[in-house]
């Protein structure tokens, strides 16, 4: 047998153990006698266990399904060439998740693969662009946002399909704090990168730590500039995000300017770079608070405002906002922002999907009452009609703690 093809059937039973590791526990668990208490007649052998036929067909099932997801994630992290998880159909059967089985078990088999063959381990070869991956994410992890929804999506995609852009992508993320600004960002760089956050060619800066002293500004001008043209050299796409991006000094935003600026394409035939800015601030946030709770109280459905409502209001505030340089610099002067993406204030029902959310993602138990409890331990505002998380989801995940058994 060749080498090539052992090594192959090696790493395909070594995942298929994992595999059933957890389905060995799974029999057990439902043979609520135990194998020493079996019961047994006589001359007829071992009584089989009490796990129905057709729940050992669904488990296995669900087994083989999980091990085939798990073999094609395996391929695309070191044969990224070969790729086709856009095609693959998610496992999902009886709790079967990659989550629940442990993505640690595929970072470890990768790690022993890599040491000793050649793994695609950084840069472009990194590069997935998910669409399918992001379009789920943005429908069912992030609530309480069409507008951001259908914006982001439509967008990047349009970018990245473009055969040589020739400018980069700048979207500025609008709302108050735990509307999900920071969780669209990083389902982005999940669903556009291999390593997600992690990826060489996604850069994140946060103001206040970053960038934390004016008196530094000139420092920060040179080492941004550089990190920005590094970053760029060793990945063709490239993902930027500034949080807290209204906190800004001004020479910095002065700084990015030509990084967004149109560019003259010389080479006709060499392919253009791609690189996205996402710039995250609160700034913003009341009027698009104002304009929702006026359409609410006027009989609009949520899901029916639209950005004509809130586009023009939005940067109108952004412009004349005297606390921050934001939208005095050039940035938004000479329109190199290509959309401001506003994000709506979230409601109860909103923060009961995100408390449910959290216990899902630590794969916990929870009643309905207990989310009922989170979402009313927020504080909601205005005064009056009680309508918005004044925090959005924000510590939802943290509050979940008090509910556990």
Known sequence: MPRGLRSQLLLRVLLLLLLLLPLAGALELHDPAGPAEAAEEPGSGPAWPSFPFRDLRKWARAAGALSRRYWALFCCRVWPETCSLDKEAPAGAQGWSLPLLGQQYLDILTTWYCSFRDCCDHGDCRVSN???????????????????????????????????????????????????????????????????????????????????????????????????????????????????????????LEALGPHLERQVLENHKAESPR???????????????????????????????????????????????????????????????????????????????????????????????????IAKMMVYVPKEEQLFSSQGCKSVSQRINYFLP
């Open 130 to 252: 998910n669409f399918t991956g992001l379009q789920s994410d943005l429908s069912v992890r992030l609530h309480g946002q069409h507008l951001a929804r259908e914006l982001v999506l439509t967008t990047v995609r349009s970018y990245l399909e473009l055969p040589r852009p020739d400018k980069a992508l700048a979207l500025s993320f609008h709302g108050w704090s735990g509307t999900g600004k920071n969780f669209v960002a990083r389902l982005l760089a999940e669903n556009l990168y291999r390593d997600g956050l992690r990826s060489d060619c996604v850069k994140v800066f946060i103001t206040m730590m970053h960038f934390p002293h004016p008196k530094y500004v000139d420092l920060y001008k040179e080492q941004l500039t550089e990190q920005v043209r590094k970053t760029q050299e060793h990945c063709h796409q490239t993902l930027f995000i500034f949080d807290e991006a209204e906190k800004l000094h001004p020479g910095l």
């Open 275 to 373: 690189t996205i800015f996402l710039f995250l601030s609160n700034l913003g946030g009341n009027v698009i608070n104002e304009v929702v709770l006026s359409l609410l109280k006027a009989g609009w459905s949520r899901e029916d405002i639209t950005m004509e409502h809130l586009e023009s209001g939005l940067q109108a505030e952004i412009v004349a906002s005297t606390d921050s340089g934001f939208g005095h610099s050039r940035l938004v002067k000479e329109n190199l922002i290509d959309f401001f993406v506003p994000f709506l204030p979230l409601e109860y029902r909103h923060v009961r999907l995100c408390a449910r959310d959290a216990f899902l993602s630590q794969e916990l138990p929870f009643t309905e009452a207990a989310l009922d409890e």
